[in-house]
C-alpha cells in the first residue's frame, strides 16, 4: 500500500513523499482508495448487466455529500489499515481527510436525505441511482465579519474532483425554445420541435459504496455544455467576448445552486436546470431500457423513477414526450406508463416552498411539454368536473394549471401512483389539510415514510469512540443492522458502561472546544452542557426562540445572581441564511452580538457562552453531533414536515428539547417521556390560531415583563447601539395582520420552564446518561436503512 501511494505520487505529480504538497498526498491516497473501488464497481455492473432487474431512478435537484476519502475507506474497512501505513509515511490520516472539500451540492435537509438514502440504497444491496446536478458551485461558503454572514463562492471542483469520471459516450442533447409543428403521418396527429436552442448534457458518475458491501451504485450528475466550442467566424473576426458568449450562456445552467432552504422563486434558470438534467436522465433511462431489448410497455417493471420534491416533476411530461413524440406511443398507453413508473415524496407545507411555475414561461421554454401540460389538465378537469359537479373553487385549487400557474404538486398527485410525507404527523396534516382532496379521490396513494439517517457517516464515523464502545458492548452488528442498536437498552442501567459513554462525551467536547478555540477565538468548558441548534437559518426553525431564551437568562444572572441556575451551559449555534432572505440574516447578527456581549461580561462569561460556528455544512454537522449533549428542535408545530439533524444527535445520546413537531413525535414514542423534554403549542393548536387568524403575542407582551424584557433587548441597545434590529422586533410584536407568525412568544413560557427542567437533569449525571444511552439505543428506528426498507416495501418493489 506504501509503494501504491509513493508509486502514484512519483507517476501523477513527479515527487516523493516528502516533496508532496498537501493536495498532491490527498489525491495519491484517494488514488489508491478508489482503485479499490473500481475494481468492485465493474464487478457490480458486469454481475448487473448479465440479468436485467428493477431499478430506482432517484432524481433530486440536490445531493449533499460531504466528503467521500473518509466514507470510502471506512466502508472498505481499511481506516485503521490505512492510518497506519500513513503514519509510518509522516502523514496523518486525520490531515489528509481534513484537506477534502465538502461536496456541498444541496442546501440542507432535503439534500442530506438524498445523500443518506443512496448509502442505505447501497447498505441493502438494492439496484440504484442517484441523479442530479453537477454543480460548478456548491452552497457558498459562510463567513462571519463583525457579526454579519458573508457569502463566498465554494469553487469545490477547482483543484479536479477524482471521485468521479466523466461519461462523454452518454452525452444528451437538451432543447429549449423554439416551436411546435403539428403534422400528419399515417392517419395520427404527429408534433415536432423546430428552432430550438440545443444544451448538451454530460454526465459525471461517482461511485456509491456501502459498508462491507459488494454493491457500488452511481450518481449520476449532469454538467451543461455548449453544441458549439467556440463561434470560429466571430474568433476570426476578432471578437473573442461574443465568440465565447454562446458557449457562456449554455454552461451558465449547471453552474450555481441556487441558495434557498424551503423556498423557491420563479426563476428562469432554476426551471432550465430542472428541465435539463430531468430530460438527460429520462432520456438515459429510455436508452438504456431499449439497449437491453426490453418493451418499452414493461417499463414500471424495470424502472421506479422517484421525485424528491416537486423540483425534477418537469420529468413525468418528458417522459410523454419521449414515449409519444420519440417511440409513437398514443396517449393513453403512454399515461398509464408514466402512472406506474413516477413516485414522489413531499418535503414540506410551507406555501412559499410550493413550486408554482407561471404557465407561460413554461411555454416559452418548453413548448411542447407545455402542450402536454394543458393536456394532462385538461383530462384532469373533466375527472374533477364529474366527481365533484359545480364545485369550482376545489377544481381550481386542485387543478394541474390554475390562474396561469402550474401546480408542480397537483401534476404530482395526478400523475405518480404514490404520494408520500416524511414523518407521520407530516403525512396526517398532508391527509388532513394540504393535500384532504386528493386523498379523497386516491387515498391508496398516500404512504408515510418517515425520514432517516444513515448510522455509518452519522455514527460510526463521526464518532468513532462511541462506536467502538456499542461494539465492545452488543457486537459490531448494528451497523448494517439497525435492529440491533436496540440491544443497548439494559446497558442504560449500567453504571460502568454509562461512565465510559459519559466519558467519551467528554472526549468529544473537548476536541470541539479545541476547534471552537482555533476558529472563535472563544474559550469554552468542556465541563458545561453543550446546547446545541444547528440547521439552516429559518423563522419557523425559530433561532430566535433560541437566543431569547439565552438573552433572558443573561438577564437573570445579572439581576438575580442569587436565583439563578449556576449550571455552566455553551450555546452552539450553526447555520446559514439564504442570501437574499433579509430577516435570517439579521437574526445571525443578532446571535453574534448577543454571543459577543455576553461572552465577554465577566460577571456571567463562566457560566454561559455563545458561539456560532460558521460555515455549516456535513464536515462541520459530524463534529458536533458527535459533541452535542442537548438538541434544539423548536420549530413552531407542523411546520417542520420531518428534520434529519434531530435524529443525527439523538444517536449520538443528546436529548431532545423539542416542540410536537415533525419526527420530534416520533422520536418522543421511542424514547419515552423521561428521555426527551416537549413543551410548546401542539400542531392542532397552532392550525387553530392560525385559522382564527388573530395572534396572542401581542397580548403576551403587554403582560409578561420577563418576555417583555428579553424582547426589548432588540431595541434598545443592550446588544448594539444602532437599533438595527428593529425590524426583528416589529415582526414579534406588531407585524402588518398577524405578529409573530411563528409563535415565538406564545411558546416562550413553555420553552423557559422546559429549559430548566434540563438543567436540573443535567446536573444529575446518572439521570442524564441513563437518558442519553436510551436516546442511542432507541434510535433504530430512525436509521436510514428502515426508511429505504420502508419505501421498497410499499412503493419500489426492488430486489
Ligand atoms: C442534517 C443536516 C441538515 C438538516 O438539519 P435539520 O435540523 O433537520 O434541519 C442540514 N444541513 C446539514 C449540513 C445537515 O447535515
Redesign the pocket.
Known amino acids: 500500500m506504501k509503494d501504491e501511494i509513493t508509486g502514484k505520487l512519483k507517476r501523477y505529480f513527479g515527487k516523493t513523499v516528502k516533496q508532496a504538497t498537501q493536495r498532491e498526498i490527498y489525491t495519491a491516497v484517494s488514488m489508491t482508495i478508489r482503485d479499490e473501488i473500481m475494481e468492485k464497481w465493474v464487478a457490480y455492473k458486469e454481475k448487473t448487466d448479465k440479468k436485467p432487474q428493477k431499478e430506482l431512478y432517484y432524481l433530486s435537484f440536490e445531493f449533499?455529500m460531504g466528503r467521500a476519502m473518509g466514507n470510502n475507506l471506512m466502508n472498505l474497512t481499511e481506516t485503521d489499515l490505512y492510518r497506519e501505513v500513513l503514519a509510518d509515511m509522516g502523514v496523518s490520516l486525520e490531515d489528509v481527510e481534513e484537506y477534502e472539500t465538502d461536496a456541498g451540492l444541496g442546501n440542507?435537509?432535503l439534500g442530506?436525505l438524498a445523500a443518506c438514502f443512496l448509502d442505505s440504497l447501497t447498505n441493502l444491496e438494492l439496484p440504484a441511482f442517484g441523479c442530479g446536478i453537477r454543480y460548478e458551485y456548491g452552497l457558498f461558503r459562510q463567513k462571519i465579519v463583525d457579526g454579519y454572514q458573508i457569502e463566498m463562492p465554494d469553487p469545490w471542483l477547482q483543484s479536479g474532483n477524482i471521485w468521479d469520471i466523466a461519461r462523454p459516450e452518454d452525452i444528451k442533447e437538451i432543447h429549449f425554445n423554439g416551436r411546435v409543428e403539428e403534422y400528419m403521418e399515417n392517419g395520427q396527429l404527429k408534433f415536432r420541435h423546430l428552432d430550438y436552442n440545443t444544451v448538451m448534457a454530460e454526465p459525471y458518475d461517482m461511485p456509491i459504496t456501502g459498508f462491507e458491501s459488494e454493491t457500488v451504485n452511481t450518481l449520476r450528475l449532469w454538467r451543461a455544455v455548449s453544441p458549439e466550442v467556440i463561434d470560429m467566424s466571430e474568433f476570426n473576426r476578432g471578437d473573442y467576448v461574443k465568440a465565447t458568449e454562446n458557449r457562456a450562456l449554455a454552461e451558465v445552467i449547471s453552474k450555481i445552486l441556487y441558495p434557498e432552504d424551503n423556498h423557491y422563486e420563479g426563476k428562469m434558470l432554476r426551471l432550465k436546470q430542472q428541465y435539463f438534467f430531468v430530460s438527460a436522465t429520462m432520456q438515459w433511462i429510455l436508452s438504456k431500457h431499449k439497449q437491453k431489448e426490453l418493451p418499452l410497455d414493461r417499463l414500471p417493471d424495470y424502472v421506479q423513477i422517484h421525485i424528491n420534491d416537486t423540483h425534477p416533476t418537469i420529468a413525468i411530461p418528458e417522459l410523454m414526450r419521449l414515449l409519444m413524440d420519440e417511440e409513437g406511443m398514443g396517449w393513453d398507453e403512454a399515461w398509464g406508463i408514466v402512472g406506474r413508473t413516477f413516485a414522489y415524496t413531499n418535503h414540506t407545507i410551507l406555501c412559499e416552498a410550493l413550486e408554482k411555475w407561471p404557465f407561460e414561461m413554461v411555454e416559452h421554454l418548453l413548448p411542447r411539454l407545455a402542450m402536454i401540460i394543458r393536456e394532462i389538465d385538461r383530462r384532469q378537469r373533466e375527472m374533477l368536473c364529474d366527481r365533484f359537479p359545480g364545485d369550482y373553487g376545489k377544481i381550481e385549487y386542485m387543478a394541474v394549471i390554475s390562474q396561469g400557474q402550474v401546480s408542480m404538486a397537483n401534476l404530482c398527485l395526478t400523475a405518480c401512483h404514490s404520494i408520500n410525507g416524511v414523518a407521520a404527523l407530516h403525512t396526517e396534516i398532508l391527509k388532513k389539510e394540504t393535500f384532504k382532496d386528493y386523498y379523497s379521490i386516491y387515498p391508496y396513494k398516500f404512504k408515510n415514510m418517515t425520514n432517516g439517517v444513515t448510522f455509518r457517516r452519522w455514527l460510526y464515523k463521526a464518532n468513532p469512540q462511541l462506536a467502538s464502545l456499542i461494539s465492545q458492548s452488543i457486537g459490531d452488528g448494528w451497523i448494517k443492522d439497525y435492529r440491533q442498536m436496540e440491544k443497548l437498552t439494559p446497558f442504560a442501567q449500567d453504571p460502568a458502561f454509562r461512565s465510559r459513554f459519559a466519558q467519551i462525551k467528554h472526549e468529544n467536547k473537548v476536541h470541539l472546544a479545541e476547534f471552537i478555540k482555533e476558529k472563535n477565538g472563544i474559550e469554552v468548558d468542556p465541563d458545561s452542557m453543550f446546547d446545541v441548534q444547528i440547521?439552516?437559518l429559518h423563522e419557523y426553525k425559530r433561532q430566535l426562540l433560541k437566543i431569547l431564551q439565552i438573552v433572558c437568562r443573561y438577564q437573570q444572572l445579572l439581576e438575580h445572581p442569587e436565583q439563578a441556575d449556576p449550571q455552566p451551559v455553551t450555546y452552539i449555534f450553526a447555520a446559514k441564511a439564504a442570501p437574499g432572505y433579509k430577516m435570517a440574516k439579521l437574526i445571525i447578527k443578532f446571535i453574534n452580538d448577543v454571543a459577543s456581549v455576553i461572552n465577554s461580561d465577566s460577571r456571567v462569561n463562566k457560566i454561559m457562552k455563545v458561539v456560532f460556528v460558521e460555515n455549516?455544512?456535513?464536515s462541520i454537522?459530524e463534529r458536533i453531533v458527535a459533541a452535542a449533549d442537548v438538541s434544539e428542535q423548536i420549530s413552531t408545530a407542523s411546520k417542520e414536515a420531518s428534520?434529519?439533524?434531530?435524529m443525527?444527535l439523538m444517536l449520538n445520546g443528546a436529548l431532545t428539547l423539542g416542540t410536537m413537531d415533525g419526527a420530534n413525535v416520533e422520536i418522543r414514542e421511542q424514547v419515552g417521556d423521561d428521555n426527551i423534554f416537549i413543551f410548546g403549542l401542539s400542531s392542532e393548536e397552532v392550525l387553530r390560531i392560525y385559522a382564527h387568524g388573530k395572534s396572542p403575542s401581542p397580548e403576551i407582551y403587554a403582560s409578561n415583563p420577563v418576555i417583555k424584557k428579553a424582547v426589548d433587548t432588540l431595541i434598545d441597545g443592550t446588544f448594539n447601539q444602532e437599533n438595527l434590529f428593529y425590524e426583528i422586533y416589529h415582526s414579534l410584536v406588531m407585524g402588518s395582520g398577524f405578529a409573530d407568525n411563528y409563535l415565538i412568544l406564545a411558546d416562550f413560557d413553555s420553552y423557559l420552564h422546559a429549559c430548566q427542567q434540563v438543567l436540573d437533569k443535567f446536573k444529575d449525571k446518572d439521570a442524564w446518561f441513563t437518558s442519553a444511552v436510551m436516546n442511542t439505543a432507541k434510535s433504530g428506528f430512525f436509521s436510514s436503512d428502515r426508511t429505504i426498507e420502508d419505501y421498497n416495501r410499499e412503493i419500489w418493489h426492488l430486489t
Open positions: 449533499l440542507g435537509g442530506r440547521k439552516r455549516y455544512s456535513v454537522a428534520g434529519t439533524g434531530n443525527k
